[in-house]
């Protein structure tokens, strides 16, 4: 046949292999472009669909005290979680989690809406998951494929209930943060972070950076084993911080405060304004928060009347009373109205009238003529009534928001309360709708009225008296890199500061508000107060305790100045001063060297039936 010729046979012939050749040149080049020039890219979708990265939480920085105590560190938890898969399985994963790691309806809830709001990430199930539950875990390793426990750096707090106020707390970020700008960058769901106190200020300090590690997965995206030998990101630490607390000191003022009772003690270093102590009572663990806190108990503290989540030391404001009257003294020394020998025109006989009405002192007896230094000795109200006369309504407002009781301190914490004091006449108008006359001017002079302070900013204002008139912001970090706080001044003479000093020391003295809370190795200048609130003026409670004041060697400049508010513990100089005078002397104590005895005031000798030598 014709197209059996043998021409046209090689014809054909050529003409396939010329397409044989044109496919398999084809293919060659397939071949040469996959496996060679796109081979990383291909490979890498390989790696992909078998492995997956997961986070690798970074631990928090170490928190040190002044002395190089451990205040907040970490030690190894273990975390369990569920890698991503359709939401029905992971309904079913966590109900077989259920009876290892103890899920409730309501965090299954909370889990699911995690996983809703981020379904490709991991869903951290628990953080602090107990050893047996890990190890029920691991036996049965093949019924939870899709489960990862691995070990996570776990936040522990030393001494818990006593530094809660001062560290706060941490949990994992929520989705309300994670939109703000704070937590914008760096963060993803899961991350724990701070929530209050020094957790929340130095947030991203403590915070390290996360590495990644890889697991392997099979088609069904089922962990089948790590990765050995393949390239992590090794997580890098958060930086550690030192603060000025002395954590001894702390712990031994939540040791001695009155359980019975709330309240708050601050402590600060008159030398810098640096916090010794931040204490308020009553108080929280902050190691309940590690790894979730149940509902149960975040809903105890939230509804606890006695409100364990509240600062009482930077939030916390009341009425000074007593101990304000310093900035009464202050306030007319500065202005040349008084000197500090000088008697007011009527002697104290137990009260004193103006406009009509008979404004009471705290002693019946009175105290008969009394100079400057003897009024703050004896807490005199009739002199301070009228040494706020001559002072005038007027200037003692304009005087009072000058110095900054109408301010906060500045510490160095997430949230502080301003203290309350009028500018002008103006307030009484816009808070109560009339005008002010001049006897408003009796009660704020003894630290009573529209006046109200934290415990937080009389610490700072007695920092002012111990020293040469100025006080820094009160700061927790100890860090010599930070800018230098604006001071708080008053425009006193050294004679002046001398007199006022001399007052608070006569306090503590035979005679005075304190005695009973005078130390044998120490001076101890301070001032009582006893504070009136609205359930005291009712009759349905007790007035709130106050004392401020300082310590140091005999003879020589203080050396820490502690500021105590006992809630409805009636009086200054049984409530609050032997607080003060117990965390003034066991700091001096430690500091020096010298064994802390558990009987430290004159007045525990006294009621251990002994008189001591040295009160002599």
Not at 25 to 33: A, D, Q
Not at 59 to 76: E, H, K, L, Q, S
Not at 516 to 533: F, P
Request: hydrophobic share 40%.
């Amino acid at each position: 046949m014709k197209n059996s010729h043998p021409i046209a046979l090689r014809r054909r012939a050529r003409g396939a292999l010329v397409v044989l050749v044109g496919v398999m040149g084809v293919l060659g080049l397939g071949f040469f472009r996959v496996q060679v020039l796109a081979s990383g890219t291909y490979m890498l979708r390989a790696e992909s669909n078998r492995l997956r990265p997961l986070p690798v939480p970074a631990p928090r920085g170490t928190v040190f005290d002044r002395y190089g105590r451990v205040i907040a560190d970490n030690v190894p938890g273990y975390a369990v979680s569920v890698l991503p898969e359709p939401r029905d399985q992971i309904v079913t994963t966590l109900a077989r989690l259920r009876p290892y790691v103890g899920i409730s309806e309501a965090q299954m809830t909370r889990l699911l809406q995690e996983r809703d709001r981020a379904p490709r990430q991991p869903l951290v199930v628990t953080m602090d998951a107990g050893f047996e539950a890990v190890s029920a875990l691991e036996e049965r390793r093949h019924q939870f494929p899709n489960v990862w426990v691995e070990m996570r750096p776990k936040r522990r707090y030393v001494s818990g209930p006593a530094v809660s106020h001062v560290m706060g707390y941490i949990s994992q970020v929520t989705a309300q943060e994670l939109d703000s700008p704070e937590f914008s960058e760096g963060y993803e769901q899961g991350m724990i972070v701070g929530k209050t106190g020094l957790e929340r200020q130095y947030e991203h300090e403590l915070q390290g950076e996360r590495g990644v590690r890889y697991v392997e997965v099979d088609a069904r995206g089922r962990i089948v084993g790590d990765v050995a030998g393949f390239t992590s990101v090794s997580a890098n630490p958060g930086h550690d911080i030192h603060l000025h607390l002395d954590l001894g000191l702390q712990e031994w003022i939540h040791h001695i405060f009155p359980d019975t009772l709330s309240g708050a003690v601050v402590a600060l270093d008159p030398a810098d304004g640096g916090v010794l102590a931040l204490y308020s009572w009553p108080t929280y663990d902050p190691n309940d928060f590690v790894g979730g806190i149940t509902s149960s108990a975040w809903e105890g503290l939230i509804t606890d009347e006695k409100k364990p989540m509240y600062n009482r030391a930077v939030l916390g404001t009341y009425a000074p009373a007593s101990t304000w009257k310093l900035a009464t003294a202050a306030i007319a020394l500065d202005l040349g109205l008084v000197t500090p020998t000088e008697t007011m025109p009527q002697p104290c006989t137990g009260g004193y009238v103006f406009g009509g009405r008979r404004y009471r002192c705290w002693s019946p007896q009175g105290h008969g003529d009394v100079n400057l230094t003897e009024a703050i000795q004896h807490s005199c109200d009739v002199y301070f009534y009228q040494l706020g006369l001559r002072i005038g309504l007027d200037r003692l407002l304009r005087s009072a928001t000058d110095i900054g009781f109408s301010d906060i301190c500045g510490i160095d914490l997430p949230e502080e309360t301003s203290g309350t004091y009028p500018a002008t006449r103006q307030w009484w108008v816009d808070n109560y709708g009339y005008q002010p006359r001049e006897g408003e001017v009796l009660s704020l002079a003894i630290g009573q009225g529209p006046n109200a302070q934290t415990p937080l900013k009389m610490a700072q204002f007695y920092v002012a008296l111990a020293t040469d008139g100025t006080a820094p912001a009160p700061r927790l970090i100890d860090d010599p890199t930070l800018p230098e706080p604006d001071a708080w001044a008053l425009d006193l003479t050294p004679e002046a500061l001398d007199a006022l000093r001399e007052g608070l020391r006569r306090a503590t003295e035979p005679g005075g508000t304190a005695y009973r809370s005078r130390l044998e190795l120490w001076d101890l200048l301070g001032k009582t107060g006893t504070g009136q609130n609205n359930l005291s003026v009712a009759g349905l409670a007790e007035d709130h305790a106050w004392f401020a004041g300082m310590a140091g060697p005999p003879g020589e400049a203080p050396e820490i100045v502690v500021a105590v508010m006992v809630e409805y513990g009636a009086h200054g100089s049984s409530a609050a001063a032997p607080i003060a005078a117990k965390a003034a002397d066991y700091y001096l104590r430690t500091k020096y060297g010298i064994p802390v005895d558990t009987i430290q005031t004159l007045g525990e000798h006294i009621d251990a039936g002994r008189w001591p030598a040295w009160a002599n």
